[in-house]
């Protein structure tokens, strides 16, 4: 359980935050509280060993690499050498112990496959996890996510309107999606995507939230509930100021730690897509990544 903050008026509507940055282990995020699920299955399996992928700047696989750490097992990590700057997550990862194989993007699939295949051979019982925690387990971490979500409006006395995060691989986004139509909510879930465009981005969000549900998913109801939005995808010039200006802002007004890449990105598509919306109640999901602040802080001046 994560706690949900409120921070008051907000351009006209009421703002609150859920911060799972703060789960308490490894620097907390979206990535730890389906790791939390992944490695449940772990322990209660005889696997000996991980493999997952991820760049350099993943927190994904930091929080995977520690969870291995931790147990004292083997981490298997691919990486894509176009995505491989040194970050501190990277830093952590290798503090950790994680193996990293940094190879071309188009040839992670394969070694992927090789690396499970070779270590089968040598009579290992590797678990693969997909990049970002993608697949059914990560989807359900962010079901129980949303029913969470619910208990907290019912205690808070408050219903939330809109909420908005930032969108991936779409694991969390689906998670939300199948808690709203698995109780029926009528709410907005958005999803502020980072990198994936539409349709594409959106399409794989909707298969993630087909494959949870199965028969239980109604099409119309499933496309009716998923907002995908890509208008903050690109990561050059201008909007690079902008969401370096929301972190300061963020910071500045409230003391919490957004990033470049995912949460910077998502409060700033947030503000935007707000601006003619007014005296709704908003909660914004802090999905974590705060080693990723620190980076950004070392390039601000
Ligand atoms: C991975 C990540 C996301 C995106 O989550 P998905 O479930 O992959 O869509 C958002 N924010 C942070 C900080 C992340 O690390």
Redesign the pocket.
């Known amino acids: 359980m994560t706690i949900i903050q409120n921070l008051g008026e907000y351009k006209g509507n009421h703002l609150y935050i859920k911060r799972e940055d703060l789960i308490p282990f490894s620097f907390g ?3 730890a509280r389906k790791a939390q699920l992944f490695f449940q299955e772990i322990d209660e399996s005889d696997y000996d060993c991980v493999v997952t992928y991820g760049s350099g700047s993943s ?2 696989c930091r929080v995977v690499a520690n969870e291995c750490c931790k147990r004292g097992m083997q981490c298997y990590i691919i990486s894509p050498e176009e995505a491989n700057e040194s970050t501190f997550n990277s830093q952590m990862m290798k503090m950790f112990g994680a193996e990293i194989n940094i190879v071309p993007v188009n040839e992670v699939h394969d070694t992927i496959e090789k690396k499970i295949t070779g270590l089968k051979l040598a009579g290992r019982n590797p678990c693969f996890i997909e990049g ?3 697949g059914n387990i ?1 989807t359900e971490a962010y079901v129980r996510c949303y029913q969470e979500i619910k208990d907290q409006e019912a205690e808070l006395n408050v219903h939330f309107d809109y909420i908005f ?9 689906a998670g939300l999606v199948c808690g709203q139509l698995l109780s029926g909510d009528e709410r907005s879930i958005v999803g502020i995507s ?1 990198a994936r465009k539409n349709p594409r981005g959106r399409n794989v969000v909707l298969d993630s939230v087909r494959s949870y549900l199965g028969d239980r998913a109604d099409e119309a109801a499933v496309q009716a509930a998923t907002l995908f939005i890509d208008d903050y995808t690109s990561g050059y010039g201008k909007d690079d100021k902008l969401v370096a200006e929301t972190i300061e802002l963020v910071l500045k007004n409230y003391g919490i730690p957004l ?1 470049m890449t ?2 910077g990105k998502a409060f700033m598509g947030m503000t935007e897509y707000i601006r003619d919306i007014k005296g709704k109640n908003i909660l914004f999901i802090h ?3 705060v080693p ?1 602040f620190f980076d950004a802080l070392r390039k601000f001046d």
């Open positions: 995020g979206n990535k927190n994904h970002g925690g993608h990560g995060f930032a969108s991936g691989t779409g694991t969390t986004h980072i990033d995912y949460t999905t974590g990544g990723l």
